[in-house]
């Protein structure tokens, strides 16, 4: 069963920075892209950033983030990190992993680590 | 403002249809067969119902259906009942330059 686990969210003050991470079981982890997906409270998804799987090296973010978010991955521990620098109230949100199937779907999504960026 | 548009709300009553609409651009919904609908229940992730259009996704019910015409992409839930009440987003893969993929702002389905 793919299992996708979010973790490391919490508390910053404005101008932090926080790492979120999703460890990945079920299924062969480097041959997938994966996302972040993001949704503030009481808010719609946003789609965050993206990284290749291991045959190629794409690495994409949205506008919002760009700069200030670095996305990377190890594949010998099968995990997923979002690097997040100089949050500001705007980035307050629950953070998803999902799993790009075929570049087509996001198939598979962790549970969500909630990250508050407040004074 | 959510890339794709969808209605806040829509309701019905149990055993009733409903159909939720999502439209988008020729940059994605109209542009791609890679439309995907997620339903959410309060507190929970995502789970994928609906991907390419119109292809179930594992163990979801037949009851959900999904199609496409031009930009516009639509979920429709026949036999409603008191558990598919939740929020459902449509999704799509953009050829924009900005982005990778984009959703709906989200429609609340009651089931009265």
């Known amino acids: 069963e793919v299992q996708l686990v979010d973790s490391g969210g919490g508390l910053v003050q404005p101008g932090g920075s926080l790492r979120v991470s999703c460890v990945a079981s079920?299924?062969?982890?480097?041959?997938?892209?994966m996302n972040w997906v993001r949704q503030a409270p009481g808010k719609g998804l946003e789609w965050v950033s993206y990284i290749s799987g291991s045959s190629t090296n794409v690495i994409q973010y949205a506008d919002s983030v760009k700069g200030r978010f670095s996305i990377s991955r190890d594949n010998a521990k099968n995990s997923l990190y979002l690097q997040m620098n100089s949050l500001t109230a705007e980035d307050t949100a629950v953070y998803y992993c999902?799993?790009?199937?075929?570049?087509?779907?996001?198939?598979?999504w962790g549970q969500g680590t909630p990250v508050t960026v407040a004074s | 403002q959510s890339a794709l548009t969808q209605p806040a709300s829509v309701s019905g009553s149990p055993g009733q249809s409903i159909t939720i609409s999502c439209t988008g651009t020729?940059?994605?919904?109209?542009?791609?067969?890679?439309v995907s609908w997620y339903q959410q229940h309060p507190g929970k992730a995502p789970k994928l119902m609906i991907h390419?259009?119109?292809d179930r996704a594992s163990g979801i019910s037949n009851r959900f259906s999904g199609s496409k015409s031009g930009n516009t992409a639509s979920l429709t839930i026949s036999g409603l009942q008191a558990e598919d009440e939740a929020v459902y987003y449509c999704?799509?893969?953009?050829?924009?330059?900005?982005?990778?993929?984009?959703f709906g702002g989200g429609t609340k389905l009651t089931v009265l």
């Open positions: 999902a799993r790009e199937v075929g570049g087509t779907t996001l198939e598979n």
């Open positions: 079920g299924f062969t982890f480097s041959p997938y892209g």
């Open positions: 020729s940059s994605d919904v109209g542009g791609y067969n890679y």
């Open positions: 390419h259009v119109s």
């Open positions: 999704n799509s893969y953009t050829s924009s330059s900005a982005l990778r993929w984009v």
